[in-house]
């Protein structure tokens, strides 16, 4: 069956969110991994992307890239929410 | 003829691209418009399509996105040359 794997990529290191995707694509029957991110975590996002693509996975696509928004809640001692940019970067292995 | 007009973000305030993109769209026959951003423009790049689509052009699309490495000069002192994460989102309207 086809399957897909989600990583929310956060604020750590690069590098660990590539292996992250390296290790999905290598269980076997996996179709897509979809990479998640808001705010700052988009350049991490796309980083890891493009480190992935042209160091490791040669034939991977990237097949899909949705942008969105989102609300956070106020930050303490605030009363607006905020609204957030997000990213969803969808790879396949062609 | 239909046009294409191309706005590379940098680090001026998001709002000053938003006035760019509703410009360009507001000159008659354009199509498109292509946003490039590479580091952390990226996020500002996301930003600023969010908040054209979200509160000025409610009809406007992302056609596509495009994302990317660049190979830029070492710093002043460096030796090596960095590489650089890039993003192209292709707008047009409904």
Redesign the interface.
Known sequence: MAGQDVIFIGNKPPMSYVLAIITSFSSGSLREVVLKAR??A??TA??V??ITR?RFIKDLK?KN?V???AEMPPREGETKSR?I?T?E?ALSRA
């Open positions: 705010g700052a988009i350049l796309v980083d992307e493009e042209t990237v890239v942008l969105g928004t609204m940019s990213i970067i």
